[in-house]
C-alpha cells in the first residue's frame, strides 16, 4: 500500500466551486506539505504544516486554505476555484529532524477548473 | 525571491548515452537534493547532500555538491528508457523558521530514445 495517498487524483470543476483535495500518510511522520507543480514552473509550495496544531503559509498561499485533522491526515481547499489554479497538486511529508529535507510525495491529484 | 535555475530545460538522447544536468543558485544552501518524477507520479528522492564538495552515486547515478554552495550536478551513465521523466534539485531552506522548507528548480524533462 501506498505511504502517502491523495483523492481524488483527477477532478474537474467549474469557476466558483468549493473543491477540497485530501491526504493520508501511514509513515508517522509530522509534518506535511501541499505543493502545486505547473509546467517549467516546479514545484511551489502552498502550505504546510509541523503538527497537529501548526499551519503555516507556503509561497503561494492565496486562494487556498488548509486543515491538519489530525498527524496522518492534511486537506487541501480553494474556497472558490478559479481557472489559473488548475495544476497538478502534490502532497508530501517529512520526519521532522535533519531527514525533514528528504520530503515523501503523494501521486499527485489533476485539478482542472473550466 | 530565492531561485533555482536548473540546466538544460530538456533533452532527448540516444540509449546508452551519458547525460549531466546542474544547478545553480545565487544565494548559498547547505543541503541539496534530486528528484525524479516518472510520468504519472510524484517525484522520488534520488540523492541527498549535505557536505559541500560531497560527491554520492546511486547505481547509475552520480551527484555533487558544489565546493562554493551554490550549485549541484547530476549525472546519469549509459542511459536506459526507464530514466525516461523530470529531474528537480531542490535546497533545503534550513534556519529559524524554514527547517524542512524546500525549494524546487524548474525541472530538467529528459526523453530516452531506445
Known amino acids: 500500500d501506498a505511504d502517502v495517498t491523495q483523492t481524488p487524483r483527477n477532478r474537474i470543476t467549474k469557476t466558483g466551486k468549493r473543491i477540497m483535495l485530501e491526504c493520508s500518510q501511514t509513515?508517522?511522520?509530522?509534518?506535511m506539505y501541499w505543493y502545486r507543480q505547473d509546467p517549467g514552473l516546479g514545484l511551489r509550495l502552498i502550505y504546510y504544516?509541523?503538527?497537529?496544531?501548526?499551519?503555516n503559509k507556503g509561497e503561494i498561499s492565496d486562494g487556498y486554505s488548509v486543515s491538519r485533522q489530525a498527524q496522518a491526515k492534511f486537506s487541501l481547499s480553494l474556497e472558490s476555484a478559479i481557472p489559473n489554479q488548475t495544476a497538478l497538486y502534490f502532497c508530501?511529508?517529512?520526519?521532522?529532524?535533519?531527514?525533514?529535507?528528504?520530503?515523501?510525495f503523494g501521486p499527485g491529484t489533476r485539478l482542472t477548473v473550466l | 525571491g530565492q531561485q533555482l535555475n536548473q540546466s538544460p530545460q530538456s533533452m532527448f538522447i540516444q540509449e546508452g548515452e551519458d547525460v549531466s544536468m546542474n544547478c545553480t543558485s545565487s544565494?548559498?544552501?547547505?543541503?541539496w537534493l534530486w528528484y525524479k518524477q516518472d510520468p504519472g507520479e510524484g517525484p522520488v528522492l534520488l540523492i541527498a547532500?549535505?557536505?559541500?564538495?560531497e560527491l554520492t552515486s546511486n547505481g547509475r547515478l552520480t551527484a555533487q555538491f558544489g565546493i562554493t554552495r551554490k550549485d549541484s550536478f547530476l549525472n546519469i551513465s549509459a542511459s536506459i528508457p526507464s530514466d525516461v521523466g523530470i529531474y528537480f534539485c531542490?535546497?533545503?531552506?534550513?534556519?529559524?523558521?524554514?527547517?524542512?522548507?524546500?525549494?524546487f528548480g524548474q525541472g530538467t524533462t529528459l526523453q530516452v530514445k531506445p
Open positions: 509513515k508517522g511522520h509530522d509534518r
Open positions: 531542490a535546497v533545503g531552506l534550513g534556519g529559524s523558521g524554514n527547517t524542512g522548507k524546500l525549494i
Open positions: 547532500l549535505y557536505k559541500a564538495g
Open positions: 504544516s509541523f503538527d497537529v496544531k501548526d499551519i
Open positions: 508530501a511529508t517529512s520526519l521532522g529532524d535533519r531527514a525533514a529535507d528528504t520530503q515523501y
Open positions: 544565494s548559498i544552501f547547505n543541503t
